[in-house]
């Protein structure tokens, strides 16, 4: 993404946003959150630092629960079953 853009990304985590991403501005570059490209969502900006995510990585962070889900919920048999995790995150929301 940051090749396609031509912008100095990178990935990070904190336990409040999740998985993001960020740019570092220096305010001579003229990176406002209105010539950012329409897939950056939920932009934010502190100091010097934009930070944002996208759908897919939305999608992705959506992933990893249901991973995480699988591999801390047993069904009544002690095996670790996709098929009910899906299904009890579905019914959840």
Do not use: W
Request: hydrophobic share 40%; glycine share 6%; aromatic share 12%.
């Amino acid at each position: 993404m940051a090749e396609m853009y031509g912008l100095p990304l990178k990935m990070s985590y904190n336990t409040v946003r999740g998985f993001h991403i960020q740019l570092c501005s220096t305010g001579k570059d003229g990176y406002t959150t209105d010539n950012l490209p329409d897939e950056f969502i939920k932009i934010t900006k502190c100091k010097n630092v934009f930070s944002f995510t996208t759908a897919d990585l939305v999608l992705a962070s959506c992933s990893l629960c249901i991973v995480q889900l699988m591999f801390f919920s047993e069904n009544y048999d002690g095996t670790h079953n996709a098929a009910n995790v899906v299904q009890l995150f579905e019914h959840k929301f």
